[in-house]
Each structure stands twice: as C-alpha cells, then as structure tokens.
C-alpha cells in the first residue's frame, strides 16, 4: 500500500502549462503569416515575423492584465463597490515587494512584511507580486465575512500547499467528507485522553527534572513537542512514537553538549524534523505566489521529508487495516460499531468507515498537523509569558494548588472551575495565536465589508487570495483597549472581557471561526489545561535561561524600544505554518517541596 501522488517536481507542469499559454500569441503570429503567404501569397520578411512572435508573447500578456483590470473595475461598478487601497511596488513586478517580504520573514517581528502598510492603506488593501493581486486584512468584519457569514463564497483553494501536505487544504466536497467523517470523534471528551495526556505530561515532567537537577538548562519547546507528539500519536494511531523516550537536548553552551550532539536521531525525532520541514517549505510557498514554482523547477522541496513522514505513517495505517479487515472477518465488528469505545483511537473510528490508504493517510496527517504543534506551541509560549511576568505564575500556581491540590490528577470538573488558567490560556493565544496568518481565496467575484463603517463595500474578485493575520488582530488597540499589546490575563476576567470580547467576537479566533472552526478546541484546551496543572504542581519557579539561548536566537537591540510585548521580548517568535520560538524556549525550574 502506498498514498503516493505526484512524481514530478510541483514546479515543472505548472511552468509548462504558463509556458504553452504564454507561447499562444507567437502561434498564432507564426500560423498567420504562413497563412498570408498560401492564401494572398503575401511574404513577410522573416526578421519582421521573428520580432512579431517575439513581441506578441509581452504584448498579450500585457493587454490581458490590462484587460483583467477593466474587468475587475467594471464588476466593481456593476456591484456599486469600490477597489481596496493598493500597495505598489518601485520595480519590475514588485520584485522589491517579494524581496522586502522575504528579508522580513526571516529577520522581522511576526506580522513585518505583507503588513507594514496597514497604517497608512487602512485594514483591507491589496498587493501585486508578478500581476497577481492578493488582498490583506485585519479587520474583523472582514475575517467574519470570510470565515463565517459568507464561508460558502471562500475557498482554502491554494492548491500550491495541497501539492504537499494532503487536505489540511481540501475544500469543497473532499474537505466535507473529511469533516463529517471526523467530527463524531471529538463530539465528546474522553476519559481515556485524561489518562493519555497524565502518562506523557509525568515522563515529560521527570526528564526535566532530571536536567535541572543537574544544573542544565532544558528547551521547553522541545520538551513539549515531544509530548504533544506522543500524545497526539498515541490518541491517533493508539501507537506512541515515544519520542520522550530519548534524551533531551543540551544547550549549546552546555558543557556536555558537544558528546550528546554526536548521537544518532530516533525515528520520533527524524519523523518530528520532517514534519516542521514540510511545513517550512508549505509557509515559503505561500509567501511567494505563484513564483515558489520557479525555485521548485527540478525538485519538490517538500518530498525528502514528507518521504520520512511518509515512512513513519505507512505501516501504522496497514496495520489497522489489516487488524480491521480481520476484525470484520471474524464479524467482531458489526457488533462494535453502534457502541461508544472508551479506549478507540481516531485510527479505529476512521478505519470503520473507510480502508482507503489514501483517505486515512490524509486524514490521520490533517489532524497530527492540526492538533501536534499548535498545542506545543501555545503551551511554550505560555510559559515564556510565566517567566516574564513571575506574579501570573504566582497566581496561577495558587489557584492550581487551591482547586487540584499540589499532587492530585485533574479532571474535567476541576479545569472547568478554573477560571484563571483559562484566562492564562486565552491571553497566550490572543498575544501569541498558534496559527498567526491564514489565507482564502474568493470562489466568485464578490464583495467585503468596508473598514470604514461608513465607506461602500468593497470589491474581490474571483481567484483572489485574501491573508488574514489572526496575530495583528488580536493586538489592535480599537478592538482591545490601550493596553491591547500588554499581557494582561485579567483582561478576561474584569470589565473589559464584556467591553471588547463579548461585544465583538470575532477580534478573537485563534481556532478560526464558521464551519471549518477547530475541531479540536476542547480536547486542546483540555491537554494544554492538563499539562500546566500538572507542570505547576511541580515547579515553584520558571524562569528563562537566556546564556542558553542560541546566539542567533536573540532578538535584535532594536526591538527593546518598541511598545507592549514586542519590546518585552527575549525570544524571536517565528512562524511556518504555526507559531514557534527560535532557537527553542530554554528555561530552568525549581521544583516543588512536596507535603507527603
Ligand atoms: C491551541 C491549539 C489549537 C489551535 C490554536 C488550533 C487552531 C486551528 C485553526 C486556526 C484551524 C483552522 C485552519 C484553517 O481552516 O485554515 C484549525 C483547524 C483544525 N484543527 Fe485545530 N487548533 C488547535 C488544536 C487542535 C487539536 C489538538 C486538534 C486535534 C486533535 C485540532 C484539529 C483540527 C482540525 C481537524 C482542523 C480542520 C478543521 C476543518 O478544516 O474542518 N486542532 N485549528
């Protein structure tokens, strides 16, 4: 069984197929002075044929963009609405645009790039790269638009990023498929997750204990992600990778580091690499329109870890095929299906209602990418906020003790009661959304609402992507007050909670919005909820070992004078597809005095 799909490099067809369409004009010029010549026996001289083939290829290209632009400003007109501010470029295509927004994507704050106009061209406007035109927003209005009131007229639809990683990216009929197949799955919490997530989070406590002990310094980031990634496997596939089973990373500056680095990766490392890799490639694509294809001409920069993904995924899914076909055989599993399963995994429910390898190899990868690091990252970035600002941790730990106990295991009653965690949380995930930018694409031409209350509504037309930043939203000050870039849990808990969130919802979507909102919004509050029960009956203190820091991880002296969060910062928040600190979050700890 193989879910192989395409085998030529994504670049390749998709030049071919500009080329053939580019090349038409020259066609057509070459086809009608052959024509001329047999029918009105008229010759062209062969050097004014060769400059016409060549000028016509520009030439039509040209006239369609123009052509295009009068299209979309008649439909415009037709609607009775307006075009979005533009933001144009000095050079040949906007090359210095792409330029500008690939320097600031590797060395910019999140949201510098694509964003920076966004004072002056107002919370909608629009870019071109190479005459490809994309909307931006962080408008609220627009993004509920989008997402929910007019969700059938948007489209995922960047078939770029579903050449890599299957249907995270499907739309339409495949993408309800897959929703419908999924849902009853997390209709309901599971005992069982409790009891998943309590294994996990005490190996992962004990191997940082282990480090502290010893005086060294642990990556957080990489700690967490070694237990989301055993959780989200184990809850999958009912298989862990065991990834916390190796040892965990020193320093760079450690003094036993140089001996640990010489070791060879596990099979849940390799599998982890890749997976960041792929969506690496998937976030450059779609920073760059449509010429990522151009770089990818010969090679799928995407294939060599999806390979590793791939390896790791395969025999997991046989498996369960085969366990369920044999299952069917012996007629266990008629009698099993009706039935609420305590202990089934994702992988048993799916393999009930489909043996494509296909299907369940996207479907299983949709949900290890969905669910695996956009938990570990909030979780990392709730404890770098815990290390700034050691009064939360302070309160946070006292309600934990006060409501859970200092050693008892929580449950859904308790995380339900604690009102403060779940502030912590939600103020972690307004300042530090795992999933910080997003993109649609209009189906059909069609209209947004205007930024400005009073203004006319304006026009997008079909085939257009627009980029909403979940990360910039949450940090306006006229949707959050002034103190919108400070972190300030209890923003959740006083008056402002009813002044800004309750009056407008939709300034906060950190799990999207609509139909295609998260479908695992509770089972991820849950484990994260869980770890940090857990972590703070364990510690007394955190706090950021900045000497371990990677020097190339430090964030630039310039930022330390810009307002709120950004200047506070001691980390790079960086993002591919989600949210991650550069260079790994390294933090010591103290544990807790336990009362027997
Ligand atoms: C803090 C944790 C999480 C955040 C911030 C988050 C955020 C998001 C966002 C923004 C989307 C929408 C993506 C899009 O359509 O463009 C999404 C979709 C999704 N999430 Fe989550 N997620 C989290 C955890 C999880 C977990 C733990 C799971 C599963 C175990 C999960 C399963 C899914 C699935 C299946 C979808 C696709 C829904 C669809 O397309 O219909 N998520 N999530």
Not at 189 to 217: N, P, Q, T, V
């Amino acid at each position: 069984m193989r879910a192989t799909r395409r085998m030529l490099p994504p670049g390749l067809p998709f030049i071919m197929r500009r080329l053939a369409v580019n090349l038409i004009p020259a066609l057509v010029v070459s086809l009608a002075s052959r024509l001329l010549r047999v029918l009105f026996d008229f010759q062209l001289p062969k050097l004014a044929v060769l400059l016409l083939e060549i000028l016509s290829v520009p030439v039509v290209y040209i006239s369609r963009i123009q052509l295009r632009k009068w299209r979309v400003r008649r439909a415009a007109a037709q609607m009775g609405a307006v075009l979005p501010p533009h933001w144009d470029g000095q050079r040949f295509g906007n090359v210095d645009l792409l330029n500008h927004f690939l320097e600031r994507f590797q060395n910019g704050y999140l949201g510098e790039g694509f964003w920076d106009r966004i004072d002056e061209l107002g919370h909608l406007h629009s870019v071109s790269l190479f005459w490809e035109t994309f909307y931006v927003t962080t408008d609220a209005n627009v993004v509920k638009t989008v997402l929910a009131t007019e969700f059938s007229d948007y489209e995922k639809g960047v078939t770029h990023l579903r050449a890599t990683l299957c249907v995270f990216n499907a739309d339409g009929d495949l993408w309800k498929f897959h929703r419908q197949m999924t849902r009853p799955y997390f209709s309901r919490d599971r005992i069982s997750h409790f009891e998943l997530f309590d294994r996990h989070s005490e190996l992962a406590i004990k191997k940082m204990k282990e480090r502290f002990r010893g005086g060294h310094a642990v990556d957080f980031q990489d700690a967490i992600s070694r237990f989301t990634l055993d959780s989200a496997t184990e809850f999958l596939f009912g298989k862990c990778v065991h990834s916390l089973d190796s040892d965990l990373p020193y320093a760079y500056n450690d003094a036993v580091a140089p001996g640990h680095g010489a070791r060879e990766s596990s099979v849940a490392e390799r599998f982890a690499t890749a997976f960041a890799g792929a969506q690496h490639v998937v976030s450059i694509r779609s920073r760059t329109g449509w010429v990522w294809h151009l770089r990818e001409l010969f090679k799928d920069d995407s294939a060599e870890h999806m390979r590793v993904v791939d390896a790791f995924l395969q025999p997991i899914l046989e498996e369960a095929i085969a366990k369920n076909r044999a299952a069917k055989g012996q007629g266990a599993i008629e009698a099993k299906e009706g039935e609420e399963d305590e202990d089934e995994t994702l992988l048993d429910h799916l393999v009930k209602i489909t043996d494509d390898p296909v299907v369940l190899h996207d479907e299983t990868l949709n949900i290890l990418i969905a669910g695996r690091d956009t938990t570990a990252a909030t979780l990392t970035y709730a404890v770098y906020l815990m290390s700034l600002y050691p009064e939360v941790f302070k309160r946070l730990r006292a309600e934990v003790l006060e409501k859970v106990g200092p050693t008892q295991m929580p449950t859904f009653e308790d995380i339900r009661g604690m009102k403060y965690l779940r502030a912590v949380i939600n103020e972690t995930l307004r300042l530090y959304p795992a999933v910080p930018f997003n993109v649609r694409v209009a189906n059909r031409d069609t209209t947004l609402p205007n930024p400005d209350p009073n203004g006319p509504r304006v026009f997008i037309p079909e085939r257009t992507a627009i980029s909403y930043s979940v990360f910039l939203m949450h940090r306006r000050k006229d949707y959050w007050g002034p103190d919108a870039l400070e972190f300030d849990p209890d923003r959740w808990l006083d008056e402002r909670l009813n002044k800004y969130f309750t009056a407008n919802p939709f300034i906060f979507v950190p799990f999207n919005a609509g139909p295609r909102i998260c479908l695992g919004q509770q089972f991820a509050y849950n484990e994260m909820s869980f770890f940090l029960i857990r972590l703070l009956q364990n510690f007394s203190h955190i706090e950021l070992d900045l000497s371990a820091q990677p020097p190339d991880a430090r964030p630039p002296s310039e930022w330390a004078s810009a307002e709120g969060q950004k200047g506070k910062e001691k980390i790079i928040p960086k993002c591919h597809l989600t949210l991650y600190v550069h260079g790994g979050l390294w933090v010591k700890m103290v544990e807790a005095e336990r009362e027997v």
